[in-house]
């Protein structure tokens, strides 16, 4: 799988949009990019992924450049609760088996 | 229950001692994994189940480390002979992955903290 570099921590404001950055340069074509975040003393949360084109649900944005050599993962308004480490994973995906690799992530504190 | 449930919370072992570490799955998920998280470090992973068959077993560190999912649903992770190195916290995930759902998302358990003193 390829590697990812993100960085290492970012502060936000309270009812903000958060935008992390994620570079994945050396993707392959049949990798998908998956953001997962983990909040103190539990485990990594899934939040979401894709391909190539752009990405929404309940949680997040997921902004994938044409290139596919960098995403943004967009909290619309980042509320104290979305303090946590957010992991940008690159993995194929295939029948059964991918296991994560996880990288340092980024470590996001949301401010009042 | 309706997540991916992992036993006991918090566990001190003396070095030397075994220690077994049990993860329920969520029902009807084919997939299971092993992850060991050190102190302010990312996941890594140990190894790797679909069902009863473990398929991967690349992560373990040493031959200390061993695993099971004999009915193809819950899952042990033993550690023998406990070193101050094996001290981190082990996260366990489930996937229901089959060729036709490959989202490929795992769900992870709260982990288990282990202290070697």
């Known amino acids: 799988d390829a590697k990812t570099t993100q960085p290492p921590s970012m502060d936000c404001a309270e009812g903000r949009a958060a935008n992390l950055p994620c570079n994945h340069s050396?993707?392959?074509?049949?990798?998908?990019v998956y953001w997962y975040r983990q909040i103190h003393s539990q485990g990594p949360q899934y939040i979401i992924h894709g391909l190539k084109n752009n990405e929404t649900n309940e949680m997040a944005s997921l902004i994938i450049t044409e290139d596919r050599k960098s995403s943004t993962l967009i909290l619309p308004h980042a509320t104290l609760r979305d303090t946590a480490v957010y992991y940008c994973i690159v993995r194929a995906i295939k029948a059964a088996g991918n296991k994560l690799t996880f990288g340092g992530g980024t470590r996001v504190l949301v401010k009042p | 229950g309706a997540g991916v449930s992992q036993s006991p919370r918090y566990k001190v072992a003396k070095r030397g001692q075994d220690v077994a570490l049990r993860c329920d799955p969520i029902s009807g998920h084919v997939s299971l994994f092993w992850y060991q998280q050190a102190l302010g470090q990312g996941p890594e992973f140990l190894t790797y189940f679909q069902n009863e068959a473990q398929l991967d077993k690349s992560g373990l560190p040493s031959d200390r480390f061993f695993a099971e999912r004999p009915e193809g649903s819950v899952s042990t992770l033993k550690i023998q002979r406990t070193q101050q190195e094996d001290s981190a916290v082990y996260l366990c995930a489930s996937s229901f992955e089959t060729s036709s759902d490959l989202k490929n998302i795992q769900y992870f358990g709260a982990g288990t903290r282990l202290s070697v003193l």
């Open positions: 050396t993707i392959s074509g049949n990798e998908y």
